[in-house]
């Protein structure tokens, strides 16, 4: 049986635990899946170290924070990586006896870097979201930068359910030269960073971005609104990126300073590249990692085949985890729908008798 295959948390679980009892693992990471988080008791149990990972500051890593940080000692992680120096401040209050570390993301450097051109080319890589994005506003504030900056061309990279809406305000702003160019793989993303001088990120909260990371390594400058995560873990304002207070004004200023203002681009994107050279690169970051789960392994040393459980009590569906925890209907539901097939195929029976 497949993951596809299996549709309630519940089985999801027993699945999980049974691909596992295969062949033990030394650690084990539940990566952004909420039943991965609650299958991690019975790996936990079996003295296999669990590792949750936090990667965003949202209401689903507040919600695994509540959980499995906060919650039931049998649902607790082993550990708990944060990605941010914020994210690992909303931990450290209430870790009961969990290992706490702060481990970024890591991302390749390519031999090229960008240049400065005669058009000064601005780019933003996500999804089209207004949640989070606020993809129509960084799309307007692309329009209006471009209008009135002359020699500047917005390219916007990404799909996602606003992108009707991003096509429309495009086209409503004829005097803007902005283009939506869809979505790229990954793997030649940073190949059209290369193409660009400015990474564009205005959203209203974020972790530590990776795209943001890909663009700084290409040389990219970024401009990025004030986010109270990740942000400033990566850029210091007027060394290696601007920060912004919104996207109207202070985003055209900001705008208007790298494509006139003498040395600033060349100064920021320098700097950019360096950041992410020195404490964010693949190897550096890898490396971390590596010796981050060979010590969380070496702490237990013994392991055992981890008991799968017949019946589950699960803790009460959260509100954070609605999108992906599907739980097994109760007895009485089960029940209910029982009787109502039953009640509707007799009803078919009386009008269409021969079924």
């Not at 049974?18 to 952004?32: H, S, W």
């Not at 899946?33 to 170290?49: D, E, H, L, M, T």
């Not at 082993?78 to 991302?107: D, F, M, W």
């Amino acid at each position: 049986m497949h993951w596809e295959e299996v549709r309630y948390t519940e089985d999801r679980i027993r699945w999980i635990l049974q691909e596992l009892n295969k062949d033990l693992p030394d650690v084990f990471v539940p990566n952004l899946s909420v039943c991965g988080f609650y299958a991690s008791r019975w790996v936990k149990a079996a003295g296999i170290p669990t590792i949750g990972v936090l990667h965003s500051d949202d209401f689903f890593h507040h919600t695994v924070i509540d959980e499995f940080v906060n919650g039931s000692e049998a649902y607790r992680f082993s550990a708990i990586v944060c990605v941010s120096k914020l994210l690992e401040s909303l931990v450290e209050k209430n870790a009961h006896q969990l290992v706490i570390t702060r481990l970024p993301y890591g991302t390749p450097i390519p031999d090229g870097r960008a240049s400065r051109s005669e058009v000064l080319n601005l780019i933003y890589v996500g999804r089209l979201v207004e949640e989070q994005k606020r993809i129509s506003e960084v799309t307007q504030a692309l329009c209006k930068a471009t209008a009135q900056i002359s020699g500047t061309k917005g390219f916007i990279y990404g799909d996602g359910a606003a992108r009707k809406r991003v096509e429309t305000i495009i086209e409503a702003s004829s005097e803007a030269s902005v283009q939506l160019v869809g979505a790229v793989n990954s793997d030649h993303m940073q190949q059209e960073m290369l193409k660009s001088q400015v990474f564009v990120l205005l959203s209203d909260y974020e972790g530590l971005p990776i795209a943001l990371m890909e663009a700084m390594a290409c040389g990219l400058v970024p401009v990025c609104t004030d986010m109270r995560s990740g942000i400033h873990e990566l850029i210091t304002a007027e060394e290696n990126g601007l920060i912004v207070s919104d996207r109207e004004e202070a985003f055209t200023h900001a705008i208007n300073r790298l494509k006139n203002e003498a040395g600033l681009w060349e100064k920021l994107s320098a700097k950019a590249r360096l950041t992410v050279e020195r404490e964010f690169s693949h190897e550096v970051c890898t490396d971390q990692w590596e010796t981050f789960l060979k010590n969380m392994a070496a702490e237990k040393p013994k392991r055992y085949q981890i008991n799968i459980p017949r019946n589950m009590q699960l803790p009460l569906l959260k509100q954070g985890f609605k999108r992906e925890d599907v739980r097994l209907p109760g007895m009485g539901e089960r029940i209910k729908s029982i009787v109502s097939r039953i009640v509707s195929k007799y009803r078919l029976r009386k009008v269409m008798p021969f079924i």
